[in-house]
C-alpha cells in the first residue's frame, strides 16, 4: 500500500469504482496496526507537550485521552459506513471522498458530487497544512544545529528558503516507489528521535535538580487553562489525524472484519503513547516548551549534546522525506484538473515529438510553484505551535470529528442492522453523533479563531518568531 492511497480519492467524475478495484488483500493484522501506529506519529506527537501546556497539568492528559476516544470512535465510524455502503452497492472498496459521494447519493443524489469534491478539499488542506508544517519544522530545527554545533546564526526563515531547492526537486518525483528507500530510513531516524526525546524526559522527572524541579512543577503548574484550551484542541486534532488511513487500510486487509478491533487496540496504544510522552514533556520543561520539544533539547554535557543534535537533524531528514509523500496526495487530485485547464491531453495532435517533454515541463512547474506556496506561508507564520494548532482545528476537526457521524447517520438511519441499535435506541445513537458534531464544531470555531488570533497578535506585537 502506497502512503498516498490514505486521503485521496480521484473519482470526482461520478464514476465509482467497480468490483475489481484495489482487491489486493494481503495485509496482515499486525501490519495494519503498525500502518496506524506510523499514520498517527509525527510532527503532531512533538508539539503535545505544548498542547499539555495549553490545556493544564489535568485538563491536558484528560483532554488527549477523551479527544483520542472519539477520534478512534469515528475512525470506525467510517469503516463501519463504507462496509455497509459496499454492501448495499455490491462496490468492491471505497475511499473517504468515495464514501461521501455514495452516502450523499442515497438521501440527496444530486449533490453526491458536491460531497466528494468538499472532503477532497479539506483532505487538501490538510496535506498542504502537513506540507507548511513541515517547512516550519526543517527550518526552527536546522537553525538549532547550526547555531549550537557551528555558531552560526542563520534566521529560520532563509533556512526554509534554502530548503525549498531540494524540496522542489523531489517534488518531481512522480512514483512513490522511488521514495521507498527514503521512507524507511526515515522511519529509523524517527524512531532513534523518539527514543532519545523519552529518555531526556525520564532523565529530567527522575533525576537530581531536575527532578526536583518536576516535582515542584506538579504542584505549581495550572490544572486548567480555560484561556489556551482552544489551542490545545487543535494540536490534539492534529495529533489525531489519521482518520484518512482508516478505509485504505481495511481496504488492504486479509480480513477486513478485524478492523474495528484492531483498530482499537493501535489507538489505544496511540492514546497512551501521546497522553505520557505530552504530559512528561510538560513536567520536564514546564512552561518554557516550545512548538516541537525537539526545540528544547539543550544539554552542556559534550555527549547529550551531540544526541540531541542528531535527534533534530534525523527527525528534519524524516520530516523532509514525509513532505514528498504528503505533497504527492494532493498532486495525485489537482494534476488531472491542471490537465483539464490547460487542454495538455491535447498536446500530442499538436505536438507530436515534444508533447511529454511539454506535459512534463508544465506538470513541473505547477509542482514547483505550489511547493513554494506552502515554503512562503510557513515563512509568514514561522511559530510551529500556533501553525499546528491552526491547520487542526480548520482542517483536521472537519475531517475526524463532523463528517464522520453525519456519514453514520444518514447510512444508518433507516437500517436496523446496526449493532449499536441493540444497546441503544435510535434517538440515543442519533444524540450522541449530534453531540460529536457539536464538538467538532465548537472546536473549528473556537480552535481556528484562537490559532488565528494569536499568530495576528505575535504579527502585531513584531514577536513571530521561530519557535
Not at 42 to 48: D, F, K, S, V, Y
Request: proline share 4%; charged share 15%; aromatic share 12%.
Amino acid at each position: 500500500m502506497s502512503e498516498a492511497e490514505p486521503l485521496l480519492g480521484s473519482h470526482l467524475n461520478g464514476d465509482l469504482p467497480n468490483h475489481d478495484k484495489r482487491s489486493d488483500h494481503n495485509t496482515t493484522d499486525l501490519q495494519t496496526i503498525m500502518h496506524i501506529l506510523k499514520a498517527n506519529v509525527g510532527t503532531g506527537l512533538l508539539a503535545l507537550p505544548q498542547a499539555v501546556m495549553n490545556a493544564g497539568l489535568i485538563a491536558g492528559p484528560l483532554g488527549l485521552v477523551v479527544l483520542g476516544i472519539i477520534a478512534s470512535h469515528c475512525m470506525m465510524v467510517l469503516a463501519d459506513c463504507s462496509r455497509a455502503l459496499c454492501q448495499r452497492h455490491q462496490i468492491s472498496t471505497l475511499n473517504y471522498s468515495e464514501a461521501a459521494k455514495v452516502c450523499t447519493e442515497e438521501h440527496f443524489p444530486r449533490l453526491g458530487t458536491v460531497a466528494s469534491i468538499v472532503v477532497n478539499i479539506f483532505l487538501c488542506i490538510t496535506q498542504f497544512g502537513f506540507c507548511c508544517i513541515y517547512f516550519v519544522f526543517m527550518g526552527t530545527n536546522i537553525q538549532q544545529v547550526f547555531s549550537t554545533a557551528f555558531n552560526i546564526s542563520i534566521d529560520c526563515r532563509v533556512w526554509m528558503v534554502i530548503m525549498l531547492a531540494p524540496v522542489i526537486l523531489f517534488s518531481w518525483i512522480r512514483n512513490l516507489d522511488t521514495l521507498a528507500s527514503f521512507s524507511s530510513i526515515a522511519n529509523i531516524c524517527i524512531v532513534f528521535s523518539l527514543l532519545v526525546i523519552l529518555y531526556e524526559e525520564f532523565y529530567r522527572f527522575t533525576t537530581g535538580n531536575e527532578a526536583s524541579k518536576a516535582a515542584v512543577r506538579v504542584v505549581s503548574l495550572p490544572y486548567v487553562t480555560p484561556e489556551t484550551l482552544p489551542l490545545f484542541f487543535g494540536t490534539a486534532v492534529y495529533a489525531y489525524e489519521g482518520i484518512g488511513v482508516a478505509l485504505p487500510l481495511e481496504n488492504k486487509m486479509k480480513t477486513p472484519s478485524h478492523f474495528n478491533r484492531i483498530g482499537w487496540i493501535a489507538m489505544s496504544i496511540v492514546i497512551s503513547l501521546y497522553s505520557v510522552f505530552g504530559s512528561l514533556g510538560y513536567l520536564a520543561y514546564g512552561t518554557v516548551l516550545k512548538g516541537s520539544i525537539t526545540l528544547n533539547l539543550e544539554s552542556n554535557i559534550t555527549a547529550m549534546k551531540i544526541f540531541f543534535l542528531l535527534t533534530k537533524l534525523f527527525y528534519s531528514y524524516a520530516i523532509f522525506a514525509t513532505y514528498m509523500v504528503q505533497f504527492y496526495v494532493p498532486m495525485d487530485f489537482m494534476e488531472p484538473v491542471l490537465h483539464k485547464c490547460l487542454n495538455l491531453h491535447k498536446l500530442k495532435n499538436r505536438f507530436p515529438t515534444h508533447h511529454s517533454a511539454i506535459k512534463m515541463a508544465a506538470e513541473n512547474a505547477f509542482r514547483a510553484v505550489v511547493v513554494m506556496i506552502t515554503a512562503v506561508l510557513a515563512v509568514s507564520i514561522p511559530d510551529l505551535g500556533d501553525l499546528i494548532s491552526l491547520v487542526g482545528a480548520f482542517a483536521s476537526t472537519s475531517l475526524s470529528f463532523i463528517f464522520p457521524p453525519l456519514m453514520e447517520i444518514a447510512v444508518f438511519w433507516s437500517s436496523t442492522d446496526r449493532k449499536c441499535l441493540r444497546v441503544f435506541s435510535k434517538l440515543e445513537w442519533v444524540i450522541k453523533d449530534l453531540l460529536i458534531v457539536l464538538l467538532g464544531a465548537v472546536g473549528f470555531c473556537f480552535g481556528t479563531y484562537a490559532a488565528f488570533y494569536a499568530i495576528v497578535i505575535k504579527f502585531k506585537e513584531g514577536t513571530s518568531s521561530c519557535s
